[in-house]
């Protein structure tokens, strides 16, 4: 089992910036393939970003390909998404997610989720 927490969420204007952060416990971390996902209200949960266990491979929506960027440190067992540029469109909850199969978390369908963290951005 591996229970994961975000953070880092909150309102923002056009054009600044976040930094999310996932705190993962459980099961050991580093051997998990980790995705970022978003629900805006309305609207499907679609896939962000996602990383390989060791960070060495990366995937991006072409949404915020260029203005994101997923990160982790595994000796601090967390996760992180960096966001600049943000647009209004990328007001969503924001969620933190993780399996042992980097294809389920790519496609979508991981096994562990955080309970999501809120980000607004105004225009």
């Known amino acids: 089992q591996v229970q994961l927490v975000e953070s880092g969420g909150g309102l923002v204007q056009d054009g600044g910036s976040l930094r999310l952060s996932c705190a993962a416990s459980?099961?050991?971390?580093?051997?998990?393939?980790m995705g970022w996902f978003r629900q805006a209200p309305g609207k499907e949960r679609e896939f962000v970003a996602a990383?390989?266990?060791?960070?060495?491979?990366?995937n991006y929506a072409d949404s915020v390909k260029g203005r994101f960027t997923i990160s982790r440190d595994n000796a601090k067992n967390t996760v992180y998404l960096q966001m600049n540029s943000l647009k209004p469109e990328d007001t969503a909850v924001y969620y933190c997610?993780?399996?042992?199969?980097?294809?389920?978390?790519?496609?979508?369908?991981?096994?562990?989720w955080g309970q999501g963290t809120q980000v607004t951005v105004s225009s």
């Open positions: 997610a993780a399996d042992g199969s980097r294809l389920r978390v790519l496609s979508g369908k991981p096994n562990y």
């Open positions: 459980g099961r050991t971390f580093s051997n998990y393939p």
């Open positions: 990383i390989t266990w060791n960070g060495g491979s990366t």
